[in-house]
């Protein structure tokens, strides 16, 4: 029977049958229930891991593949910046059992700070990449993305992006065709890359690039759809799902299902056959730059943008001419829902004291990105995962000492080890006096709560040895060291104050966990009481169960939306905020 | 044939399970199907929405402006922003619950007044007290099952379909009050 499966699953379910024996990765919306559905299949089939950053796994995906077994990792756009580094030389090495690297891009950036398009890394990389538009070919692709990269020997990309990723679709799935390890051996030509050997595997790589195009003309994902009306599109991917649905029958299709290296009989038969040819792609013109280097007569990104999502009325408008029907509007501007931290989130206490003290903060990438938003409002950059204490080495190094003391670092457990240690070694090597503050909630928290090297379990909630913040801190040459509980937030003011005028580097480490882990049990509700004087210095934790009346200036506190976490409690000047037990 | 449902509402009031369970009652009945769902940075609090369509065959999982047949909205506000997405003739479900975004909490803007009223000025609109079902239900959390309860009247699924997905898809030990919470909703 078919499945109704998110397309991340399906991609997981794709490995599995494909014979997967190691998966790595790093979550990052929307690629991250990847790898968390392959954690659901048997420990003795798949060996799967959190690894600490993107380069790491990718890496850990190379070597399985020298080794002989199929592997893979999966990240989103931005990951792949990251294993970038490994995965442009392991184009030239190829492959042993296959080795498959899913990316997932984020258009209209729902969950991402930026929009950026991963196709450019296949031509960048000169590497294969796959597209599916649905949960049915996630799966497809996934099983031939293995034996591609075999036959080719080339890793090779699948490229999801968010709606494919989170959309739910029917997939037939099957049973698990298990691939025997590849012998090892050594082959130092073809795996140590150094100059000598490195020369000769570029040109074994573009030697594959031209049998990868041809494969391309051939390959069953590339298709040709006619439908009478002298319109044609060129589209991949969910842009193809999009204008299947805006046009129908009405126009002839190129689906790409491999988007690199492209088909160019293919396409050129195509656009000969009809009058007008339309490439509908979101973000960059990928596909149209390389059909007019092809000198084919498309047109593209000029009627469409490379802003944001596409959708069927959009596509109709500029292919059809029709405009949408009419909607019914609200009749007022209505207030924006910003996401916002959550009720009892261990992050609020840390802000709520960098906005009272008015430091300069180098933010990070995680839930704590949140604490930018009014009405903490205490972040003033936010840059990539790390960049919240390198880039504040930089700062204190330009404006000097006096800036650097009014001026902290904040980032998660989880970026921390991903990239923030490397830049905490740059500034105890060379000689900087920054604070940097830890957000220690023992979890992975943007990204749906996984474990990390710090939570001490593993992906499949085994336990493991845990990394020691205190210790590796102190290893790398930080001798100022605290820990504080963000909600003890008199503490953590004086230990913030103090830790950022001594004139040597240090860590703060902010530690309790978040509200939305297991084990961690508020109880009861807060409610204000009579005592209260409408100050509204909780109204500045911008916690979402504390509301204002802006007519009144009266506090309320909804018991719907209230844990009962209780910093509102240790905040209020005049005592006038009681916790209720239920 | 084909049915849009748009479920909107406010990160973490469940609207997730709320569409896996339509999701999955539809697939029983041999449909075509797509659900897109959220993840990620706006479950923390922030508008969510999630799109079940469902027909012969479903292309797009998103659903355009003015082309949902339901909306189903766990939030007042959220409601009243998804109105350019309903289709002219199409229905809104909205549960009665006020969640202040941000803006308003901090005294920045208000919470439009009435949006009960102005909506039903401008469309078809159930209006339902599902935290209070829920109550009643025996779990607060049943929200969104009340709310599936209220929809599911207005799609061609019968009743003990919709119970027999239910036992599929909830997990045992809240089976009971999710049951009752169902009923609530159906039989509003
Ligand atoms: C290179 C890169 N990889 C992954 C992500 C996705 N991502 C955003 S925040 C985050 C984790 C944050 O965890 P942590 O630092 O522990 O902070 P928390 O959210 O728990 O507060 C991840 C994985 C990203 N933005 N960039």
Redesign the pocket.
């Known amino acids: 029977m078919k499945k109704l499966l998110l397309g991340n699953a399906a991609v997981a379910q794709g490995a599995y049958e494909a014979g997967v024996r190691l998966v790595s990765s ?4 929307p690629s991250t229930e990847i790898t968390e559905c392959m954690a659901t299949y048997p420990a003795e089939e798949v060996f799967v891991e959190w690894a600490p950053n ?1 380069k790491v796994a990718a890496e850990a995906v190379i070597g399985a593949a020298i080794a002989g077994g199929r592997a893979m990792s999966c ?2 756009h ?2 792949l ?2 294993m970038a580094d490994p995965l442009f030389t392991d184009a030239y090495i190829g492959v042993g059992g296959g080795a498959v690297f899913c990316v997932a891009d984020d258009p209209g950036m729902h969950s ?2 930026n929009e950026q398009d991963s196709r450019h890394y296949a031509k960048a990389a000169k590497i294969p990449m796959l597209e599916p538009s649905d949960s049915a070919e996630c799966l497809a692709y996934t099983k031939a993305a293995f034996d591609l990269s075999e036959r080719f020997d080339t890793p090779v990309l699948l490229r999801l992006s968010t709606r494919v990723s989170h959309s739910q679709s029917l997939v037939e799935t099957g049973i698990r065709t298990e691939q025997p390890l590849k012998d090892y051996e050594k082959n130092v030509p073809k795996n140590v890359m150094m100059p000598a050997m490195a020369i000769g595997r570029h040109v074994f790589v573009e030697e594959r690039t031209g049998r990868l195009a041809a494969y391309a003309e051939d390959c069953a994902f590339n298709t040709v759809e006619r439908h009478a009306g002298g319109i044609g599109v060129i589209a991949s991917g969910i842009s193809y799902q999009y204008a299947k649905e805006a046009l129908g029958d009405r126009v002839s299709y190129c689906k790409l299902g491999m988007v690199w290296p492209l088909p160019e009989r293919l396409l050129r038969d195509f656009v000969a056959s009809c009058e007008t040819v339309y490439v509908i792609e979101e973000l960059d013109p990928f596909l149209e730059e390389a059909c007019l280097a092809m000198g084919l007569p498309v047109q593209g990104k000029r009627l469409f943008t490379p802003l944001g999502e596409y959708t069927p009325s959009m596509i109709r408008r500029v292919v059809l001419g029709e405009e949408p029907a009419p909607v019914r509007t609200p009749a007022e501007t209505l207030p924006a829902r910003p996401p916002v931290m959550c009720a009892g989130c261990p ?1 609020r206490g840390t802000f709520y004291v960098l906005h009272k003290l008015g430091l300069v903060v180098s933010g ?5 990105t949140l604490g930018a938003a009014a009405p903490l409002s205490a972040v003033d950059t936010t840059v ?2 790390g960049a919240s204490v390198s880039a504040a080495h930089g700062m204190a190094k330009v404006r000097g000492r006096e800036f650097a003391q009014k001026l902290v670092s904040v ?6 080890i ?1 990239s923030g240690i490397t830049g905490l070694i740059d500034i105890v090597y060379n000689k900087g006096i920054n604070t940097v503050i830890i ?1 220690d ?1 023992s ?5 749906g709560h996984q474990d ?1 090297p710090t939570t001490g379990k593993t992906i499949r909630g085994e336990a493991t040895r845990q990394v020691d913040l205190i210790g590796l801190c102190r290893s790398v040459g930080i001798d100022r060291i605290e820990v504080v509980d963000p909600f003890d937030t008199k503490r953590l003011e004086q230990v913030v104050r103090q830790e950022t005028q001594c004139e040597e580097p240090s860590v703060i480490i902010a530690q309790r966990p ?1 509200a939305l882990l297991k084990k961690v049990r508020y109880t009861g509700h807060c409610r204000v009481s009579d005592r209260c004087r409408k100050c509204k210095v909780c109204i500045k934790l911008g916690c979402p169960a504390i509301s204002l009346d802006a007519a009144t200036g009266a506090v309320s506190i909804d018991p719907t939306q209230c844990n009962g976490c209780g910093l509102c409690v240790g905040v209020c000047p005049f005592g006038a905020i009681e916790k209720e037990e239920d | 044939m084909q049915t849009n449902i748009m479920i909107v509402g406010v990160g973490g009031q469940g609207t997730l399970l709320a569409s896996r369970i339509l999701g999955n009652a539809v697939v029983r009945r041999g449909y075509d199907v797509k659900v897109s769902e959220v993840h990620g940075m706006s479950q923390r609090g922030g508008s969510v929405v999630t799109y079940v369509k469902y027909g012969d065959r479903i292309w797009s999982p998103v659903i355009d402006r003015g082309e949902a047949d339901i909306v189903l909205a766990f939030e007042l506000l959220e409601a009243y922003r998804a109105l350019p997405w309903l289709r002219a003739g199409g229905k809104i479900i909205v549960n009665t619950q006020q969640i202040n975004p941000m803006p308003v909490i901090t005294g920045a803007a208000e919470y439009p007044r009435d949006i009960v009223g102005k909506l039903s000025a401008q469309a078809d609109l159930t209006a339902v007290d599902a935290l209070e079902l829920a109550r009643r239900a025996g779990s607060e959390k049943a929200v969104n099952v009340v709310l599936i309860g209220v929809m599911a009247k207005n799609t061609a699924i019968p009743y003990d379909e919709w119970l027999e997905t239910l036992r599929d898809t909830v997990p045992a030990r809240f089976l009971d009050v999710n049951l009752r919470a169902f009923a609530l909703g159906y039989q509003l």
Request: aromatic share 8%.
């Open positions: 790093y979550p990052g919306t993107e990240c989103k931005v990951g910046n990251v991402s700070q992050h990070d990438i995680g839930c704590y990539c995962m980032i998660g457990d989880s970026t921390f991903h957000l909630n979890i992975t928290g943007m990204t990390n978040c």
